[in-house]
């Protein structure tokens, strides 16, 4: 089985010269059947003149563009049975690899999700503690840096979405990925909180920056609920929540706290009836 990776950056040359470094640490993998393809949105390719040389390395200098859109570019290179989108500043454990590979072979899983963690072992995202198999309501966490798939060529991100859309749609792009490959492909995804991916956790700060970059995930998110169809209840939920915690950090006397979830409602509903 022959694995490939997508990755993009514009400038963490550092982050990615500890991704190399993990990578050349993967244990009980065969590195003929791993590629890396990497679309450089600045001037990154010295950094990977340390990979090892057996891995297939595609190398795609391109100019300063969305997330969804760099990994369609890469996704016209793939040449694996499964394909994976890390970050470029996460980085895998020295099984991590090997793991995905064997629950793939042993279980004929479409996809696999693995648990997100910081370099203190502290959770990236909510994911569970058991093995689960995703759902279009529970999709146990997954974050681009820990998914796995089985290659679709017919299936690419939706250019709508995500980190430098130029609709302000800036999240969600991971989520519709899967959601379209369960619902237009029958794919089944599974999370197995025994592969681990790293990936650093950021404190939040609460200031102008923050904030409008809250609402503008939020907005894909709420894109995402209408996209997908679901049903008035759940959507109605992911309304009431933030606004009753904006409404209670008001009253706590916490009106940074209350802006944060102001942001995220009102993000919600402008991504939630947004026409192109």
């Not at 064997?102 to 996809?111: N, V």
């Not at 689960?132 to 709508?160: H, N, P, Q, W």
């Not at 969600?172 to 909180?193: S, V, W």
């Not at 650093?200 to 200031?207: L, Q, W």
Request: hydrophobic share 35%.
């Amino acid at each position: 089985m022959k694995l490939s990776l997508i990755q993009t950056s514009q400038n963490r040359k550092d982050e990615l010269e500890r991704f190399v470094k993990f990578l050349n640490n993967q244990v009980g993998v065969d590195f003929n059947e791993i590629q890396l393809i990497f679309v450089d949105q600045e001037d990154n390719k010295q950094v990977f003149n340390g990979l090892d040389g057996r891995i297939e390395f595609v190398y795609i200098k391109y100019h300063h563009c969305s997330l969804s859109h760099a990994r369609n570019i890469g996704l016209k290179h793939v040449t694996g049975d499964y394909v994976g989108y890390p970050d470029d500043d996460c980085w895998y454990e020295p099984e991590t690899l090997s793991k995905v590979l064997k629950c793939f072979e042993t279980t004929g899983i479409d996809g696999v999700v693995a648990k997100g963690t910081d370099e203190h072992g502290r959770l990236t995202n909510i994911f569970p503690s058991e093995k689960k198999i995703l759902t279009k309501y529970d999709r146990c966490g997954a974050i681009s840096y820990t998914i796995f798939v089985r290659f679709d060529k017919t299936v690419s991100f939706d250019e709508m979405l995500g980190v430098g859309s130029q609709y302000g749609l800036g999240a969600g792009e991971e989520t519709d990925y899967i959601l379209r490959l369960m619902e237009e492909k029958g794919f089944a995804f599974e999370y197995d909180p025994n592969i681990i991916v790293h990936h650093p956790s950021f404190a939040p700060v609460i200031n102008k920056k923050t904030l409008d970059k809250i609402k503008s995930y939020s907005r894909g998110n709420g894109y995402l609920l209408r996209k997908h169809k679901f049903p008035a209840t759940y959507v109605l939920k992911q309304f009431i929540r933030p606004m009753m915690g904006s409404i209670y950090y008001l009253l706590k006397g916490n009106p940074r706290r209350s802006q944060h979830s102001l942001n995220i409602l009102i993000g919600r509903i402008q991504g939630y009836f947004y026409k192109r």
